[in-house]
């Protein structure tokens, strides 16, 4: 088990990685407070990498050159082991590659590397997808973190908000059957800040499919004068989903996208689907995400 994970540290701050999924399971503050959903029957996971597809495919399927391949919502990479490439007091490194095993079901070269750097105020994610193959890359890539909601035992989850770093008043995006609506429905947030409850997540994830913010910080107000915090800023990411089960579940998902399920209705070639990165040959793609946290 040893192999499986690794911690990095710095001034008291703490980050485990799993080598399944390069999938990063806890981070904690200087007083040990875990900010990271520990799974359970709610949802499995903690914070899986989201590739080579964000969301669902129409009948879990993608089409190429007139072949048919099986993929599934999200893609494999958080149920693939990664490689360790580095393993540091304070950064690791982890790499995926195609192999025969990810050709059967996307049949193109790739190296997917995550690197994950913790210092004193929180942790930055560095993701970078190579084509190492002869033909134009079609990708799409997600963080999808899972926080715990609420971060404060005794808190009551409407406490709490998302507050943004501009305005977003741009119509958001919606799901149906794990498909992008062609409608989309007015902005649940209220200038730079959405109140957080179960309700927003009946019809399942928010999608800000024209994001103008790169940051959103993530706390309890309302009258709450102090407590904890976390700060996610992202870079080439364009888009953003927020989800939660709206079941009760503990946890509050912020996840920075390049790329989304696809359009109900939408029936062509995988390379033709909307949302999608296309990376020449010999070329790469670098993304990135920074989760802050502190104390008020």
Not at 39 to 46: I, V
Not at 87 to 100: A, F, K, M, P, Q
Not at 213 to 225: E, H, K, M
Request: proline share 7%; charged share 20%.
């Amino acid at each position: 088990m040893i192999d499986e994970t690794h911690s990095i540290r710095a001034r008291g701050m703490m980050a485990t990685i799993k080598a399944q999924g390069a999938e990063m399971c806890s981070l904690k503050d200087q007083d040990g407070l875990e900010f990271i959903w520990q799974a359970g029957p709610a949802w499995p996971r903690h914070a899986p990498l989201l590739f080579p597809i964000v969301g669902r495919l129409a009948n879990d399927e993608l089409r190429h050159r007139g072949k048919t391949y099986r993929m599934t919502q999200h893609g494999f990479a958080r149920d693939s082991r990664f490689a360790w490439a580095e393993r540091g007091e304070s950064r690791c490194t982890l790499v995926l590659g195609d192999s025969e095993p990810t050709r059967a079901l996307y049949p193109f070269a790739f190296r997917l590397t995550a690197t994950y750097t913790l210092d004193d105020a929180g942790l930055d994610l560095a993701l970078t997808i190579a084509n190492t193959g002869a033909e134009t890359l079609p990708a799409s890539l997600g963080g999808h973190p899972a926080f715990n909601w609420p971060l404060q035992p005794g808190l009551s989850k409407a406490s709490y908000a998302l507050t943004f770093a501009e305005e977003e008043s741009s119509p958001v995006c919606r799901l149906d059957k794990g498909l992008l609506r062609a409608a989309t429905e007015p902005s649940p947030v209220r200038g730079t800040v959405l109140p957080l409850s179960e309700s927003l997540f009946t019809d399942d994830a928010i999608i800000f499919e024209c994001i103008n913010s790169n940051s959103v910080r993530y706390a309890a107000g309302q009258g709450v004068s102090s407590g904890p915090w976390l700060k996610m800023s992202w870079r080439g990411f364009r888009e953003l989903g927020v989800w939660s089960r709206p079941s009760g579940a503990p946890f509050l998902c912020i996840e920075p996208w390049r790329g989304y399920a696809s359009p109900a209705g939408f029936d062509g070639e995988f390379s033709d689907k909307p949302g999608l990165m296309h990376i020449a040959a010999g070329a790469e793609r670098q993304l990135s995400f920074r989760i802050e946290v502190g104390s008020s």
